[in-house]
């Protein structure tokens, strides 16, 4: 009992990073109809940013806050630069650039940083916190509760802000926001820059765990694949839902499952994104899309 | 006194295809000019020339300043608002964010309640679906937020398009009704483009007749109501 | 000019691009293009007894990628179906050729084919469910396959000997040819791209290239004409990974190791950067876009580790920009030029 509930706690950590980065993609699959194969590799970017802030001297939350609003601003330039040549483009156009973005920031980090794995640290206390006989990790505590603030935070502000209303009605419908007013392109871009914000939060939470490297989010990006899909694309509470789904089922299918144990996790995310996508391709809480013909 | 909004030889092309030629017409400021035609006459189009919409040729005064190859969006800052062909609903946000997103291009954020306000009392049918989403109305209430979403700009000037259009007789004689309080209590210009000739001849003061992307005929609408031809082709009678 | 019209005219260029990247109408060769087709094979035919040792081996890897190019064009460029795990046919298809010579001892000869029949069968089954899965969520869920690919590989070690991967022996010349290891898998290679590449010019020129393009620009249109679009889009997938485990089980010979790691998600990405730059839709394309992706990492690899891959990614997003259609694309279109340039003073 102890064991699984260390297990859940620690997928929830996990899936909460999961969801982040699945909430990212569907927020810009959301507002542009791409995918962006590139967000984990942006991420990790922004991670080593943080990382060598902190090797220049800077306190963690100070790099942490300065970190964030490089990805945010580098999202958003990227979309304005690289992109929007590219908007109405066919799809396998739009795939290849951001491709083309993911072995780019890829190779760049390798290049300054070297491919040597380094360690990361966890702005949290490292003393382990017991409840009971259950004995919980600092930083999965940590990591969930910088999660759920950063969800609620986006939350309020999509829901709450005029910003956020219109940049929810710019994905939606371009030409009436054009006449509201709306600068849509500029709605888009600061899609991305939201998207890239949340992916170095997930970045940073996730490398006290599984190290820095430049090809850290490679894992890590196709669970967030698999939760987005399991939540739905068009859906971003669930894909976050899908995210802390996906998070205890992985930690818990390694635990009691000995065939799948640590070497086989990436084959659950691809039979779990083609099972959903074959069952359900809406994810459980998407809706199924109309497509004009 | 210039009009308020005044058209100089526009002209407009949807790629090759030119579907304006030498169009002229003027919206005076605080009437209702309505542009009339049949299917495919080019009134649509008049309206997206007029807000950015499309490719445009000429010359386009709004409040005597130039405003052609202005964008969409910065046009909907001086005070023209749009009620689009097809409603332009955000359907899948709620009514009451339909009508908030109205208010995002004004200057002044602070009355935007007291507007809101005002607006229901035209639009009883809104307060009650204030928290539906948009795509559940129906299409006379679609129509309806439209018109409200348009109005919370405060605009000086109101382009409408095709109000009447898929509506039961009696919502749009509500409609009508309700343009005409909006234009007479705050003195909002309305170019009105309309394809039901009388309702729109009633409710304005100026009419343009548009064949195939020419004006071939203007005047007050009480003398445009009179000829022979437009009551022939336009009204039926 | 107002951004609703820019986007209009953004939108037609779009679909200029796709307009470029179909298939031309391809017409029967002319004398010429035989005759310069010919001495292309003569000069290959040359080559490996001027180059030596890393050079010829360069050139059959050439071949090798050449082969999985045009078998990874058929499904994306040709059918629009994107696949970005091609990697993992390639890897099947090298470890089908490892594990039955290394533990079945079986000739070598028999492995290529084996290979591609095999990839063939598992191709046309992972089409089926890719049938429902449009644009966007093929790409993702062939994504998540070139990334599990090496993990799946690892995991069954008792057959692919783990992360050591096998190591085999170059086959010798057979026949008591008087070639050298080099040489003979030089002229093997040359061999099967020159079938396989008659074979798809005969597929992709015909009826079938035409129903293949036609459900990739617009499949509601092809179904409404009465072509059978599940049928091709499987078969495409099923062509495509046989074409693909052909090269990979080439490699495998030429190289003469299999390790899980060569077979990561880089390696599909690889081959989709060979199939960009060489032309979409194109079948000398597969030849250039092999080309590039042999030597061009090995010179940038002389500047920094990371090289080759920085440059793959600004390639491809700068083709996407400027050269949508590739070498052999822009090649086209320069010839179509030339000869418009001097059509005037050919007697017609």
Redesign the interface.
Known sequence: MEIFLQQVVSGLATGGIYGSLALSLVMIYQATDVVNFAQGEMAMFSTYLAWSLMNHGLSYWLAFALTVTVAFVGGLAIQRLIMRPVENAPILTIVIVTLGLLVIFNSVAGWIYSYIIQPFPSPFPTTAIRVGSVVFGPHDLGAIGVTLVLLILLYAFFRFTSLGLAMRAAAQNPASSRLVGIRVGWMLALGWGLAALVGAVAGMMVAPVIFLEPNMMSGILIYAFASATLGGFTSPGGAVLGGFLVGVIENLAGTYISFIGTDLKLTVALVLIILVLLVKPSGLFGRAVVRRV | MPPLLEALGLEARY?WTKVLHDLRFSVEEGGITTILGANGAGKTTTLRAV?????TAGEIRFDGRRID?????DL??LGI??A?EGR??????TVE?NL???A??RKTKASIADDLDRIYQYFPVLLERRRQLGGTLSGGEQQMLAIA?ALI?RPRLLLLDEPSLGLAPLVVREIFRIVRTINKEQGVSVLLVEQNASMALRLADHAYLLETGRVVMSGPSTEVGKDDSVRRAYLGY | MNSEISETVEAASAGEVAARVSAPPRVTPRAWEVAGLLALIAGACLLPFELSGFRLFQFTQVFVYAIALLGLNILTGYNGQISLGHGAFYGIGAYTAAIMIDRWGVPYGWTVPVAGVLCLVVGFLFGLPALRLEGLYLALATFALALSVPQILKHFDGWTGGSQGIVLSRPAAPLGLPLTADQWLYFLSLGVLLVLFMLGWNLLRGRTGRALVAIRDNPIAAEAMGVNAALYKSLAFGVSAAYTGVAGALSALAIAFVAPDTFNVFLSITFLVGIVIGGLASISGPIFGALFIQFVPNYAQDISKAAPWAIYGIFLIVFMYVMPYGVSGFLRLAWRRLTRATAGTRPK
């Open positions: 790629g807000c950015g919409m499309v490719k190859g202005k964008a969409t969006e909907v800052r608002a749009h689009p332009g609903t955000f359907v899948g946000l964010e908030r997103l109205g995002y291009a979403r700009l």
